[in-house]
């Protein structure tokens, strides 16, 4: 496999992004944050990552949000330290 040093989601599946952000913020806040219908019209992690694996755009916005989720949350448990 080859090494990817400056890939933040490098060894991150789209499941564990998926449910990280549905457990963190729930299908309609998610709906509201990223704007995929998928999200929105009967929401279910087995459609979103079919739609979300096939649809490059998609998964972007989604990967994105993680990112920037997670950078949040690195700041909050900065601040509480």
């Not at 952000?21 to 998610?30: M, R």
Request: proline letters at 5%.
């Amino acid at each position: 496999m080859e090494e990817q040093p400056n890939n933040p989601l490098h060894g991150i599946k789209l499941a564990d992004i998926l449910d990280y952000l549905v457990e963190k913020y729930g299908w309609e806040e998610l709906g509201h944050q990223i704007k995929i219908n998928c999200f929105v019209s009967n929401p279910s992690v087995n459609s979103s990552l079919k739609f979300l694996r096939r649809t490059p755009w998609a998964r972007n916005k989604v990967e994105q949000f993680y990112l920037y989720s997670k950078r949040q949350d690195a700041k909050s448990n900065r601040k509480a330290d």
